[in-house]
């Protein structure tokens, strides 16, 4: 049994051979690209506000350094393994190299559910992870960032650990830290802000009007908020349906975005919103719109919904959100459902992280302004590709989007070599 033995690192692994046949990459080259350099889990014991002493199981995969450092989020989730640990930390290096990014990609986290934890407990945990991940991190070999379960806050704290080890302030060892200690403007917003831009692009290939177009955003945390918020408000689209883990809404007459994230900004929650019908989360996919934004978890686009999907456009705002026999179905629908695969519709948050790095390393900060244009011009440059690719090879975005990416890294991996 492999270490990673998840069905999530399963998925990943078939989407890469599917990617590897049409690439007719060598059996021999095949594992070297695909299984993960190194893994470390980590027994995280924290004294708790009781006065009780509990361990968490702690994780950090980090796919490839073969392009630079590697580069990824750390989650803090209760289902968190190894596995998706490490599906997680591909997809982070397919989607670095298609978006020219000098990094390998990485993930972490600790399997922990935080709305469990005090403010102090969380930061115990936050502070014990970063401590027992110091032997194996640094600016130029892995950088953390926020995902799902962490936030500004908690770099922070991954920032001052680390910093407080090294002696001095070490503000490039984490992305997404607050602007007061080298963080950079506009990365919270930069994923959500990533999928609408991509979302505009596609409309404007397929001549359809924003103002005249309908949207589901399933998930209303930092991806889903904010690209539900620019859709409604800055695109003119009418967001009909939104969820989170516990509640689904939908109303045909568009729902009041800005109301519903105050209503979350105050409750934490979508649970108790009231400006929208009650529906269940599963049938909110299926629903008739002409985006829909998938921004939670994994897998939720199956083999046993991807042929009801009713939206024209299919932003992927999570990490693999479609299943490996879904894309099956989608590619035999081509022509109704324009895919944006999640390797480039996510890729705001890693783009702006890599700004956010180079700046650190270089001690200047750039405006916000400066950092979204520059987000754009990459996203255009990676979209055109895609598109290209996928017209000229007659395959789908998906497998246009994820054989650029194992390109650039296969051809750097043979530049280098193999050390005796």
């Known amino acids: ?24 990459i060598d059996q021999n080259h095949r594992d070297r690209l695909m299984m993960p350099k190194r893994a470390m889990a980590v027994t995280l014991p924290v004294h708790m506000d009781d006065g009780s002493t509990k361990t968490f199981q702690g994780y950090r995969v980090q796919h490839h350094l073969t392009l630079g450092p590697t580069k990824g989020g750390t989650r803090f989730a209760p289902s968190l393994s190894m596995g998706e640990t490490a599906a997680l930390a591909m997809w982070m290096s397919w989607k670095c190299a298609l978006n020219n990014l000098p990094y390998g990609g990485a993930k972490g986290g600790v399997a922990c559910d935080v709305t469990k934890l005090s403010r102090s407990e969380l930061e115990a945990v936050s502070r014990r992870y970063m401590q027992e991940m110091i032997p194996f991190v640094g600016p130029h070999t892995d950088i953390m960032g926020p995902d799902m379960g962490t936030n500004e806050q908690v ?24 602007v007061s200690i ?17 979302i505009e692009r596609a409309m404007d290939m397929l001549k359809m009007n924003p103002e005249k177009c309908t949207a589901i955003v399933q998930g209303f945390g930092n991806v889903g908020s904010v690209a539900a918020l620019s859709l409604s408000l800055k695109s003119g689209v009418k967001v009909v349906g939104i969820s989170d883990h516990t509640a689904a809404l939908y109303n045909p007459k568009g729902i009041d975005i800005k109301a519903a994230d105050a209503y ?22 299926e629903m008739k719109c002409d985006v829909l934004v998938p921004a939670a978890v994994d897998r939720v686009i199956n083999d046993t919904n991807a042929d009801k ?35 480039l519709c996510n890729a705001g948050g890693v783009i702006v992280s890599y700004f956010e790095w180079v700046q650190g390393l270089q001690s200047y900060l750039w405006t916000e302004t400066e950092v979204t244009d520059k987000l754009f011009r990459i996203l255009e440059h990676s979209f055109t590709q895609i598109i290209k690719r ?7 975005h998906r497998t246009a989007a994820m054989a650029i990416g194992v390109e650039r890294v296969m051809k750097a991996k043979a530049a280098r070599g193999l050390f005796p």
């Open 390 to 396: 996928a017209k000229a090879d007659k395959v789908s």
């Open 309 to 343: 999907l009713k939206c024209r456009i299919l932003a992927e705002g999570a990490n693999g959100p479609t299943t490996p026999e879904a894309d099956l179905l989608l590619n035999k629908r081509w022509d109704e459902v324009f895919v944006i695969p999640d390797i």
């Open 155 to 178: 770099m922070a704290w991954f920032m001052d650990t680390y910093s407080v080890y090294q002696g001095y302030a070490v503000p490039e060892i984490v992305t997404g830290k607050p």
């Open 1 to 24: 049994m492999s270490i990673y033995d998840d069905a999530v690192f399963k998925m990943a692994c078939d989407q890469f051979q599917v990617i590897a046949d049409y690439l007719n």
């Open 264 to 285: 979350v900004a105050t409750h934490g929650v979508l649970k108790g919103f009231d400006k929208g019908d009650r529906v269940d989360a599963h049938e909110l996919l």
């Open 182 to 198: 080298g963080g950079t403007e506009g990365r919270r917003e930069s994923t959500g802000r990533g999928v609408v831009y991509l």
